[in-house]
């Protein structure tokens, strides 16, 4: 029905930066909140950011001022802009979508992860 595509990550120095991005495909009507995760290791899986359809974005305390997200709807495109990374920022990212899918599934509203992508922050 619908795949989401993560890239970007790697290893990145401590104050460096890295962008990911997030593109979807498939049967797709419009997407509506799009999202980042993070799941560092030992942890539990934590909100990141979060962007509507509209544009109105929110931010965990933990990367705000540092994190970008931002959105392309007519390529179906979500990107988190990482600035001034920091060790503890090493996590899997993972992307979620609130999609709601075409005419042949009958409009049905359906959330859909990304495989997530690891983002080390080491020197």
């Known amino acids: 029905q619908v795949q989401l595509v993560e890239s970007g990550g790697g290893l990145v120095q401590p104050g460096g930066s890295s962008r990911l991005s997030c593109a979807a495909s498939?049967?797709?009507?419009?997407?509506?909140?799009m999202a980042w995760y993070r799941q560092a290791p030992g942890k539990e899986r934590e909100l990141v950011a979060t962007?509507?359809?509209?544009?109105?974005?929110n931010y965990a305390d933990s990367v705000k001022g540092r994190f970008i997200i931002s959105r392309d709807n007519a390529k179906k495109i979500m990107y988190l802009q990482m600035n001034s990374l920091k060790p503890e920022d090493t996590a899997v990212y993972h992307c979620?979508?609130?999609?709601?899918?075409?005419?042949?599934?009958?409009?049905?509203?359906?959330?859909?992860w990304g495989q997530g992508t690891l983002v080390t922050v080491s020197s």
């Open positions: 979620n979508f609130d999609v709601v899918l075409g005419a042949t599934y009958g409009y049905r509203s359906l959330p859909v």
């Open positions: 498939g049967s797709i009507f419009r997407i509506n909140t």
């Open positions: 962007i509507s359809s509209g544009g109105d974005t």
